[in-house]
């Protein structure tokens, strides 16, 4: 199939499991289309099993496979999702909780990364280096995914704009810290061996490249929004942005994803502002919400059918039920290590702890890293491990994070 079939393809069974959830299941949008595709693949794999000679359960595996989901979002449509969500994070918002989200997106990925590598290690026996790639590329949250919710749970707005602003720069870091230790476990698929030098060169290229080539387009696409006043032309001027600022910095060896938050931090807050009129506004705003949910839906269908690309047995399944149990103890200590950091230094909710636990959701990102990774024995397990926690993490923390948020988040946040 080629590309504009594929695309047929995806958007014609978005569009008809978002129905059946519409009808019949009444969960919100993503999770819904999540759950339907997750049965439907499991229904496809029940004929294979009851009548193999048809063969279905193959052609659609070879069918996902021709869909390359790794490729797919990493160097499509992860730009647009990250520009997307950080167009609507104020840039006044996120400096009074700078401290709490540089912490936890950096900080925290490290101890994330640890801890999840060395649990990991101990239960399945693979080199420690080996899990600790699975550590960095486990650790993110998924921006999509904690946006998403984030809509529904009515949180305090000190604590909402923690939770999205680590989430949007969580998935650029996360980023850097896998390359880099992809790098060490697996020096021969990256062509020479990656020493600590090299890995701190890496980090500062990718990351703050990234961060100072978004900060700088963004304010190239500005002073040319301040001199224009037609709404259709800022809009394609914003999709150019998104999409040619992340495959810039994807060619010049920096951080696609850093750069496409900056950006869209940049022009969700002073583009919007000052760069222009309040149709444009509107229309960018219109525009933007309904890329976001288009591709988000496009995305939960491909989570769901990657299910088909899984290999599961008793080891992985053991494997991939210890891996959901450590993400969590990991994310609770990525977050409440930064938190009793800055305790002496400002006061926190009582719920800021449970919730941001709880509520950093797993996404795409982990399951396109994984489908990345070079092949190697412990391949298999990781993806298996991976797609368990991520599919965890969407459908059983996605649909109880807001009752959470609700239960224990009510208290006002003092800043």
Same mark, same amino acid.
């Given at each position: 199939?080629?590309?504009?079939?594929?695309?047929?393809?995806?958007?014609?069974?978005?569009?008809?499991?978002?129905?059946?959830?519409?009808?019949?299941?009444?969960?919100?949008?993503?999770?819904?289309?999540?759950?339907?595709?997750?049965?439907?693949?499991?229904?496809?794999?029940?004929?294979?099993?009851?009548?193999?000679?048809?063969?279905?359960?193959?052609?659609?595996?070879?069918?996902?496979?021709?869909? $390359?989901?790794?490729?797919?979002?990493?160097?499509?449509?992860?730009?647009?999702?990250?520009?997307? =969500?950080?167009?609507?994070?104020?840039?006044?918002?996120?400096?009074?909780?700078?401290?709490?989200?540089?912490?936890?997106?950096?900080?925290?990925?490290?101890?994330?990364?640890?801890?999840?590598?060395?649990?990991?290690?101990?239960?399945?026996?693979?080199?420690?280096?080996?899990?600790?790639?699975?550590?960095?590329? *486990?650790?993110?949250?998924?921006?999509?995914?904690?946006?998403?919710?984030?809509?529904?749970?009515?949180?305090?707005?000190?604590?909402?704009?923690? *939770?999205?602003? #680590?989430?949007?720069? $969580?998935?650029?870091?996360?980023?850097?810290?896998?390359?880099?230790? +992809? =790098?060490?476990?697996?020096?021969?698929?990256?062509?020479?061996?990656? =020493?600590?030098?090299?890995?701190?060169?890496?980090?500062?290229?990718?990351?703050?490249?990234?961060?100072?080539?978004?900060?700088?387009?963004?304010?190239?696409?500005?002073?040319?929004?301040?001199?224009?006043?037609?709404?259709?032309?800022?809009?394609?001027?914003?999709?150019?942005?998104?999409?040619?600022?992340? %495959?810039?910095?994807?060619?010049?060896?920096?951080?696609?994803?850093?750069?496409?938050?900056?950006?869209?931090?940049? *022009? =969700?807050? +002073?583009?919007?502002?000052?760069?222009?009129? %309040? #149709?444009?506004?509107?229309?960018?705003?219109?525009?933007?919400?309904?890329?976001?949910?288009?591709? $988000?839906?496009?995305?939960?269908?491909?989570?769901?059918? %990657?299910?088909?690309?899984?290999?599961?047995?008793?080891?992985?399944?053991?494997?991939?039920?210890?891996?959901?149990?450590?993400?969590?103890?990991?994310?609770?200590?990525?977050?409440?290590?930064?938190?009793?950091?800055?305790?002496?230094?400002?006061?926190?909710?009582?719920?800021?702890?449970?919730?941001?636990?709880?509520?950093?959701?797993?996404?795409?990102?982990?399951?396109?890293?994984?489908?990345?990774?070079? %092949?190697?024995?412990?391949?298999?397990?990781?993806?298996?491990?991976?797609?368990?926690?991520?599919?965890?993490?969407?459908?059983?923390?996605?649909?109880?994070?807001?009752?959470?948020?609700?239960?224990?988040?009510?208290?006002?946040?003092?800043?």
């Amino acid at each position: 199939m080629d590309i504009l079939e594929i695309a047929a393809l995806l958007i014609v069974l978005a569009g008809a499991f978002g129905c059946i959830n519409y009808f019949y299941l009444h969960l919100p949008h993503t999770i819904g289309i999540l759950i339907v595709a997750l049965v439907a693949s499991f229904a496809v794999l029940g004929v294979d099993f009851l009548l193999p000679t048809l063969g279905v359960a193959e052609r659609v595996r070879r069918l996902v496979d021709d869909l $390359n989901f790794s490729q797919t979002l990493l160097q499509g449509m992860l730009g647009l999702l990250l520009f997307a =969500g950080a167009l609507h994070v104020k840039l006044g918002d996120l400096r009074a909780q700078a401290r709490a989200v540089g912490l936890i997106a950096t900080l925290g990925i490290g101890l994330s990364t640890l801890v999840m590598g060395v649990g990991f290690s101990w239960v399945t026996g693979i080199p420690l280096m080996v899990a600790l790639v699975f550590g960095a590329l *486990i650790s993110p949250t998924d921006p999509v995914a904690v946006l998403g919710v984030l809509r529904q749970a009515n949180l305090p707005k000190s604590l909402e704009t923690k *939770i999205a602003g #680590e989430s949007l720069f $969580n998935d650029g870091v996360g980023y850097v810290v896998f390359l880099l230790l +992809v =790098g060490l476990a697996f020096p021969s698929a990256k062509g020479h061996d990656a =020493g600590l030098g090299e890995a701190l060169r890496l980090f500062l290229q990718e990351a703050v490249g990234g961060a100072v080539l978004g900060g700088f387009l963004g304010w190239l696409t500005f002073q040319l929004m301040k001199r224009i006043d037609d709404y259709a032309l800022e809009v394609l001027l914003s999709l150019g942005l998104a999409f040619g600022g992340y %495959e810039l910095a994807v060619s010049l060896g920096m951080s696609g994803p850093i750069a496409a938050v900056v950006a869209g931090l940049f *022009i =969700g807050d +002073v583009g919007m502002t000052y760069g222009m009129s %309040e #149709e444009t506004r509107k229309y960018v705003d219109a525009f933007w919400k309904l890329i976001d949910e288009i591709l $988000n839906a496009v995305l939960f269908l491909l989570i769901g059918f %990657e299910v088909l690309a899984v290999a599961f047995d008793r080891a992985t399944l053991i494997a991939g039920t210890a891996a959901i149990g450590l993400s969590l103890l990991a994310r609770f200590v990525a977050v409440s290590i930064p938190i009793l950091i800055l305790k002496p230094f400002r006061r926190f909710s009582r719920g800021v702890i449970p919730i941001m636990t709880w509520g950093g959701l797993k996404g795409g990102i982990s399951v396109a890293l994984a489908l990345s990774l070079p %092949e190697s024995d412990a391949k298999p397990l990781i993806l298996t491990a991976t797609y368990m926690v991520v599919v965890f993490s969407i459908i059983v923390q996605g649909l109880t994070v807001a009752p959470l948020a609700t239960r224990v988040g009510r208290e006002p946040e003092l800043l």
